[in-house]
């Protein structure tokens, strides 16, 4: 279908064209003529055979302001480039060099045109055309207009843009082209340059060495600056693609430098590296925009920058300046391979004014040289020098000799090497093809060319495959796409202490036979503007030891990432791991997180502190029950009672994380392979293509949506076009008759031209020129889409419409110069420009047509589907429409409902990588691949991402944790000793079991008070004894329920002063029965008055006030507060008091301790006193369980983490609480509730009688 949309539109622009030439040729004798001549700037030589050269030998260029009201001017030159001189004489050298030389095209002179394209695209242009088809001289026209062109090849451009335009001309004529300077690797296209050969390596090799020299120094974090041109375009697409096929680094920034001095776009563009952690920067620039970078960058003082040079500006003069130096030193920069050109220097040395004869007299590069190297004037007709200028005359005989300038320094030939390598591999394929022996030639036939018949494309030919070594030693020959073998030296720009400068080679990249790229660099003559004197650093984040993950952050470059820690039971055992391994289930990670070790086997120990604890009590308690076992076999009719220990243990419970796995995907040929379920989006260039709108197709090109051309009409286009007929093309020739080559298409016939011999050697049928278009159906008559061509006829009537405009033009009015009007006559195509910027109408379909500044219409495109019926019929249906609003908006409106889609349901298809990451879970890059293909890893516990897609997870509050989803915070869980924990209710219980106790035998004492078993050793010690034990049970109670300030401060208080108040009353009692008995003895009398009833009560009170004090001086430096503790849990939070003093805490437990010790030994030494109801021995027994108690308490109390260490501690208190009322006031009540017979005066002293 394209194919035959093309001739239509052929058919259609030959038509108009036959039409307007047809006026031309009616008008005027039959010349071909160059439309203008250009005023061009050159050199030249005559000779046998003339090469071309197009160098920039001035800078910078002034035109006049292309308003197309007046003729456009010669744009003028200034700015002289001695560098682009010197190449262009370098060219001349070379020439002059093979004349002289009988070797080679012996017999055979060479001239040049060498023109100075002023870096302009334009003036390169004038030159390229003057080279290929004359310079502007009129000549007869002959049968077929050919003629061979003036040059037979040409060495050019500097600039790549430049070349591509120039290459794309050359191409017409099969001319060819030799590059000294042009590198983009898109002039390697064979197909668009067919004769275009370079002796500099192509931007595609330039891009891998310059990624080979970050490679080599670990540099994966850059900027890249471009020029705003084809060179700087294509180089960043290739320096892109060559980072995402190999890796290894990310770009932080892509600018285009702007080819002005625009201070707004180069500040920004600075202050952009400025910002960046990127400390390389690579440029693919020319000088003029690197000097108009460097002055942002000087003012600015933009330093610690690693500089990458491509080789437009690596070897740059001007930028080797002190000013530069601070900012630039240290650049490392890819190079033109340097060569050594002998006698080229005696030959610049010769050149002179009155030596150019062959460029005119006002128009004189050798003049501009002369003046541009000594700084002085020569003097041209009409110019009035006196007093008006302070330069000096120029005499013309003034000695290149006795001056220093650039032009004669000859140490650093690269672009100029380049040059003598392109003409002489011209100069070698005319020597060869020369050479060639009649009847064994390349060509046709076996023939070989001649110098008066030589055609460009045979010097192509043999250019392909000339092969030559150079003086310096350097192979010259062509690959397959024109390149020259690849080859640069690396450079490298040294700052001398002294303030010189010197820009050194340090190493060369080339390319092996293997077609490896191989870099050798010598790193120790390397200068580094950094201290210390060593490569910088240039990552964006710094690789993740073994132990961490990557973590991408979101929305920058996949260099840049956080290292997150793996979690507990996770590890990482590579750098820069992009996630962490869960341990085997018997496994832990270690400490770095690097490896798995094998989980700790936890069990009570002997070897730890509690365990020590544990078996020193054990055996402590093993050695006192022999000691009792001896005690009591000795005293074998005393009672005996027994006791236990208790131990408590702690688990800790671990999670474990999820698994992740990535699922591959196998790319397939969609047919053959029968692939479906895809959604196809067709670019404009196949949207309506009918040819792949098939039967066989449609199962997997249904429902394709594609943006196409606006669809038209064109009334009358029908009938036009069935009025087509063989007979009526009159002006197409005998030979390439377009309609003729139409007509055999579609009725498949044959029209009998001279000289064929039809009868029996085919099939196909006569034509006659009869048949009629409306008897058959074909795709040309199909108006039903018109969409090129409705642009088409847009066209012609845009032009149309510029044409009447400017002939409705009134006189004294105009819009050109002087307002004067176009004629037909003498109307020129810049005033046709002029009005066509400006034409604006409406066609009969309804469309507006006028053109932007930039010359584009009004944008809009029809959004197309691609249906597929029931039947099997298909329907390229429209859907919508986008076009630009006038807010440069693009505006997309689409009709959902008429879409048809391939797919069941009848929806949309669903094309993500990975699906969405859920709150809770954050997105894992999957490594190598793009940044929408990731895993969704579930956060670690505490940490939570609350929205979709999160790149990492956050972590919680202090005192809050993640809930189950992981998708926020929640408030930690508390835990304390609570009332209704079964721990805290059955410590409650026994607690409030044990003051009710004490309350029962509080009763039987009182009731039974007069009693001889109460009375015994002062009942008031007794009753006080019990006061004291319930409110032990009591103040144990203090210890359950969330802890308060209050709490916590009356705790440890009532604790230890209760404790006091009941050890202080039995060692009271203890020390008035050894009184008692001591009293009993001769002389002991006096020893009961320190012991009478007031003494007893000092004594207990002024013991329980000493404990007082001290917890009121614990109160009040360090009191015990209450305590968050969130380290020991991750997951809840632990309510405590801590004890604020450790020494105070220490010191009430010590003074308990020092009581009951001293209780304990008073009470065993009378154990055996004479008496049948001794209470020693009772407080004996009480003292041991207290003290065996309190003992285990320590280590216990220590190990305990939380909630456990206030259990333990209200265990102790009530263990010794019970052991001292059982112990003391069990046998009592025995004796009073069962045994009231003991209970007399007369039994308690009996046996006392008996004995003595």
């Known amino acids: 279908m394209r194919a035959h949309k093309e001739s239509h539109l052929l058919i259609c622009v030959g038509l108009f064209l036959f039409s307007f030439s047809s006026y031309l040729s009616s008008t005027g004798p039959l010349y071909c003529k160059s439309q203008r001549q250009f005023n061009l700037n050159g050199l030249h030589k005559f000779g046998d055979v003339i090469l071309g050269g197009i160098f920039k030998m001035n800078l910078y260029t002034a035109s006049s302001e292309l308003f197309f009201t007046s003729g456009p001017q010669h744009p003028m030159c200034f700015g002289f480039d001695p560098v682009g001189f010197r190449q262009a004489q370098t060219m001349a050298f070379a020439v002059e060099e093979i004349n002289r030389n009988s070797k080679l095209l012996p017999n055979i002179s060479l001239g040049y045109h060498l023109y100075d394209s002023c870096s302009n695209l334009g003036i390169s242009l004038r030159a390229a055309l003057s080279m290929t088809s004359g310079r502007g001289e009129p000549f007869q026209l002959n049968e077929s207009c050919n003629g061979k062109p003036p040059v037979l090849g040409i060495v050019g451009d500097t600039s790549s843009t430049r070349t591509i335009a120039i290459s794309s001309i050359a191409s017409l004529y099969r001319l060819p082209l030799v590059s000294y300077f042009a590198t983009c690797s898109c002039l390697s296209n064979r197909r668009l340059f067919p004769s275009f050969f370079r002796t500099i390596p192509s931007d595609a090799f330039q891009v891998r060495a310059i990624l080979q020299i970050l490679r080599r120094f670990n540099w994966t974090w850059f900027g890249l600056l471009i020029s705003d041109d084809d060179y700087g375009l294509h180089a960043a697409r290739s320096f892109q693609s060559g980072l995402a096929q190999n890796g290894g680094g990310c770009l932080a920034y892509l600018e285009v430098l702007p080819w002005g001095k625009d201070e707004e776009v180069l500040k920004r563009i600075v202050g952009i590296m400025e910002k960046s952690t990127s400390r390389v920067v690579i440029a693919f620039a020319h000088q003029s925009n690197m000097l108009h970078l460097m002055e942002e960058v000087v003012r600015q003082k933009m330093t610690g920058l690693q500089w990458i040079a491509s080789e437009a500006w690596t070897t740059a003069i001007v930028l080797q300046t002190p000013s530069y130096m601070p900012f630039l030193a240290g650049t490392l920069g890819i190079a033109i391979r340097r060569g050594q050109i002998p006698g080229l220097r005696d030959f610049l040395l010769r050149i002179r004014p009155d030596n150019d004869r062959q460029s005119s007299q006002d128009n004189n590069l050798v003049k501009q040289f002369w003046e541009h190297v000594f700084q002085c004037k020569f003097i041209t007709p009409g110019m009035e020098f006196e007093g008006k200028t302070k330069e000096r005359l120029c005499t013309g005989n003034e000695s290149l000799r006795n001056i220093e300038t650039e032009f004669l320094d000859l140490s650093n030939l690269r672009s100029e090497y380049n040059v003598y390598k392109a003409v002489y591999a011209l100069a070698h394929a005319l020597h060869d093809i020369l050479q060639c022996v009649p009847g064994s030639g390349p060509f046709q036939g076996q023939s070989c060319a001649s110098l008066q018949g030589l055609e460009p494309w045979q010097l192509v030919y043999q250019l392909q495959r000339v092969n030559f070594t150079t003086y310096f030693g350097d192979q010259v020959?062509?690959?397959?796409?024109?390149?020259?073998?690849?080859?640069?030296?690396?450079?490298?720009?040294?700052?001398?202490?002294?303030?010189?400068?010197?820009?050194?080679?340090?190493?060369?990249?080339?390319?092996?036979?293997?077609?490896?790229?191989?870099?050798?660099?010598?790193?120790?003559?390397?200068?580094?503007?950094?201290?210390?004197?060593?490569?910088?650093?240039?990552?964006?984040?710094?690789?993740?030891?073994?132990?961490?993950?990557?973590?991408?952050?979101?929305?920058?470059?996949?260099?840049?990432?956080?290292?997150?820690?793996?979690?507990?039971?996770?590890?990482?055992?590579?750098?820069?791991?992009?996630?962490?391994?869960?341990?085997?289930?018997?496994?832990?990670?270690?400490?770095?997180?690097?490896?798995?070790?094998?989980?700790?086997?936890?069990?009570?120990?002997?070897?730890?502190?509690?365990?020590?604890?544990?078996?020193?009590?054990?055996?402590?308690?093993?050695?006192?029950?022999?000691?009792?076992?001896?005690?009591?076999?000795?005293?074998?009719?005393?009672?005996?009672?027994?006791?236990?220990?208790?131990?408590?243990?702690?688990?800790?419970?671990?999670?474990?994380?999820?698994?992740?796995?990535?699922?591959?995907?196998?790319?397939?040929?969609?047919?053959?392979?029968?692939?479906?379920?895809?959604?196809?989006?067709?670019?404009?260039?196949?949207?309506?293509?009918?040819?792949?709108?098939?039967?066989?197709?449609?199962?997997?090109?249904?429902?394709?949506?594609?943006?196409?051309?606006?669809?038209?009409?064109?009334?009358?286009?029908?009938?036009?076009?069935?009025?087509?007929?063989?007979?009526?093309?009159?002006?197409?020739?005998?030979?390439?008759?377009?309609?003729?080559?139409?007509?055999?298409?579609?009725?498949?016939?044959?029209?009998?031209t001279p000289g064929m011999e039809f009868e029996g050697k085919t099939k196909e049928r006569l034509c006659t020129g009869n048949e009629s278009l409306r008897n058959i159906g074909t795709e040309f008559l199909d108006l039903s889409n018109l969409r090129a061509?409705?642009?088409?006829?847009?066209?012609?009537?845009?032009?149309?419409?510029?044409?009447?405009?400017?002939?409705?033009?009134?006189?004294?009015?105009?819009?050109?110069?002087?307002?004067?009007?176009?004629?037909?006559?003498?109307?020129?195509?810049?005033?046709?420009?002029?009005?066509?910027?400006?034409?604006?109408?409406?066609?009969?379909?309804?469309?507006?047509?006028?053109?932007?500044?930039?010359?584009?219409?009004?944008?809009?495109?029809?959004?197309?589907?691609?249906?597929?019926?029931?039947?099997?019929?298909?329907?390229?249906?429209?859907?919508?429409?986008?076009?630009?609003?006038?807010?440069?908006?693009?505006?997309?409106?689409?009709?959902?409902?008429?879409?048809?889609?391939?797919?069941?349901?009848?929806?949309?298809?669903?094309?993500?990588?990975?699906?969405?990451?859920?709150?809770?879970?954050?997105?894992?890059?999957?490594?190598?691949?793009?940044?929408?293909?990731?895993?969704?890893?579930?956060?670690?516990?505490?940490?939570?991402?609350?929205?979709?897609?999160?790149?990492?997870?956050?972590?919680?509050?202090?005192?809050?944790?993640?809930?189950?989803?992981?998708?926020?915070?929640?408030?930690?869980?508390?835990?304390?000793?609570?009332?209704?924990?079964?721990?805290?209710?059955?410590?409650?219980?026994?607690?409030?079991?044990?003051?009710?106790?004490?309350?029962?035998?509080?009763?039987?004492?009182?009731?039974?008070?007069?009693?001889?078993?109460?009375?015994?050793?002062?009942?008031?010690?007794?009753?006080?004894?019990?006061?004291?034990?319930?409110?032990?049970?009591?103040?144990?109670?203090?210890?359950?329920?969330?802890?308060?300030?209050?709490?916590?401060?009356?705790?440890?208080?009532?604790?230890?002063?209760?404790?006091?108040?009941?050890?202080?009353?039995?060692?009271?009692?203890?020390?008035?029965?050894?009184?008692?008995?001591?009293?009993?003895?001769?002389?002991?009398?006096?020893?009961?008055?320190?012991?009478?009833?007031?003494?007893?009560?000092?004594?207990?009170?002024?013991?329980?006030?000493?404990?007082?004090?001290?917890?009121?001086?614990?109160?009040?430096?360090?009191?015990?507060?209450?305590?968050?503790?969130?380290?020991?849990?991750?997951?809840?939070?632990?309510?405590?008091?801590?004890?604020?003093?450790?020494?105070?805490?220490?010191?009430?437990?010590?003074?308990?301790?020092?009581?009951?010790?001293?209780?304990?030994?008073?009470?065993?030494?009378?154990?055996?006193?004479?008496?049948?109801?001794?209470?020693?021995?009772?407080?004996?027994?009480?003292?041991?369980?207290?003290?065996?108690?309190?003992?285990?308490?320590?280590?216990?109390?220590?190990?305990?983490?939380?909630?456990?260490?206030?259990?333990?501690?209200?265990?102790?208190?009530?263990?010794?609480?019970?052991?001292?009322?059982?112990?003391?006031?069990?046998?009592?009540?025995?004796?009073?509730?069962?045994?009231?017979?003991?209970?007399?005066?007369?039994?308690?002293?009996?046996?006392?009688?008996?004995?003595?």
């Open 477 to 752: 020959s062509f690959d397959e796409s024109g390149d020259a073998l690849p080859i640069y030296d690396v450079i490298n720009w040294m700052w001398h202490s002294d303030g010189s400068t010197e820009v050194k080679n340090v190493g060369e990249v080339n390319e092996l036979a293997s077609k490896i790229d191989n870099l050798n660099l010598d790193e120790d003559k390397i200068f580094w503007n950094f201290e210390p004197k060593k490569p910088p650093k240039s990552v964006c984040s710094e690789s993740c030891p073994p132990g961490t993950r990557m973590a991408r952050k979101k929305g920058e470059p996949v260099c840049c990432f956080d290292c997150i820690r793996c979690s507990e039971g996770e590890v990482s055992n590579k750098k820069d791991s992009t996630k962490c391994t869960s341990c085997p289930e018997e496994f832990w990670s270690n400490r770095q997180r690097d490896h798995c070790v094998p989980k700790s086997m936890e069990f009570l120990s002997y070897f730890e502190p509690l365990g020590i604890s544990l078996t020193t009590a054990s055996l402590s308690g093993t050695l006192l029950c022999t000691i009792v076992f001896g005690i009591f076999t000795y005293h074998r009719t005393t009672p005996v009672v027994s006791y236990f220990a208790t131990c408590s243990c702690l688990s800790n419970r671990r999670l474990f994380p999820s698994f992740f796995r990535t699922i591959p995907s196998d790319a397939f040929q969609v047919v053959r392979q029968k692939m479906t379920g895809l959604q196809w989006i067709a670019s404009e260039a196949w949207t309506t293509a009918i040819v792949l709108q098939t039967p066989s197709y449609m199962p997997f090109l249904a429902g394709t949506l594609g943006i196409a051309i606006r669809r038209g009409q064109i009334p009358g286009l029908m009938d036009f076009l069935l009025r087509i007929r063989p007979d009526n093309d009159r002006q197409s020739s005998q030979d390439n008759n377009l309609v003729r080559q139409f007509w055999e298409h579609v009725f498949q016939c044959k029209f009998i």
């Open 789 to 1252: 061509e409705y642009n088409v006829y847009k066209a012609v009537y845009a032009l149309a419409h510029a044409l009447h405009d400017i002939l409705q033009c009134v006189p004294g009015s105009g819009p050109f110069q002087g307002q004067s009007c176009a004629s037909l006559q003498g109307l020129e195509p810049w005033q046709l420009v002029y009005q066509l910027q400006r034409v604006n109408f409406t066609t009969y379909f309804g469309d507006q047509v006028s053109f932007d500044e930039s010359g584009d219409a009004l944008p809009i495109y029809d959004v197309m589907n691609w249906m597929w019926h029931s039947d099997g019929s298909t329907e390229v249906k429209n859907v919508g429409e986008v076009n630009e609003l006038a807010s440069k908006i693009d505006n997309l409106n689409l009709d959902e409902d008429k879409i048809f889609w391939n797919f069941e349901p009848k929806k949309p298809p669903k094309s993500v990588c990975s699906e969405s990451c859920p709150p809770g879970t954050r997105m894992a890059r999957k490594k190598g691949e793009p940044v929408c293909c990731f895993d969704c890893i579930r956060c670690s516990e505490g940490e939570v991402s609350n929205k979709k897609d999160s790149t990492k997870c956050t972590s919680c509050p202090e005192e809050f944790w993640s809930n189950r989803q992981r998708d926020h915070c929640v408030p930690k869980s508390m835990e304390f000793l609570s009332y209704f924990e079964p721990l805290g209710i059955s410590l409650t219980t026994a607690s409030l079991s044990g003051t009710l106790l004490c309350t029962i035998v509080f009763g039987i004492f009182t009731y039974h008070r007069t009693t001889p078993v109460v009375r015994a050793n002062n009942s008031e010690l007794s009753f006080l004894i019990l006061l004291s034990l319930k409110l032990c049970f009591l103040c144990s109670l203090l210890f359950i329920g969330q802890p308060r300030l209050s709490t916590c401060q009356l705790r440890q208080a009532a604790f230890g002063i209760s404790f006091v108040l009941c050890v202080s009353c039995i060692l009271v009692k203890t020390m008035v029965v050894l009184a008692v008995f001591k009293a009993s003895k001769p002389g002991g009398a006096g020893s009961l008055k320190w012991f009478g009833v007031m003494q007893q009560r000092g004594t207990v009170v002024f013991l329980t006030l000493i404990q007082a004090a001290i917890c009121t001086t614990w109160l009040i430096s360090s009191s015990p507060t209450p305590h968050k503790n969130t380290q020991y849990y991750k997951d809840k939070i632990i309510v405590e008091c801590v004890v604020g003093s450790t020494v105070g805490f220490g010191l009430l437990l010590g003074y308990i301790g020092l009581l009951a010790i001293l209780s304990f030994l008073l009470a065993f030494l009378a154990r055996n006193l004479p008496d049948n109801f001794n209470e020693a021995k009772f407080i004996t027994f009480s003292m041991l369980v207290f003290c065996a108690v309190w003992i285990a308490f320590i280590p216990a109390y220590i190990n305990s983490p939380g909630k456990y260490a206030d259990a333990v501690e209200v265990f102790a208190i009530l263990a010794s609480s019970f052991g001292l009322l059982l112990a003391l006031f069990g046998p009592k009540c025995y004796i009073i509730i069962l045994k009231p017979e003991k209970n007399t005066k007369k039994a308690i002293m009996g046996r006392g009688t008996t004995r003595s």
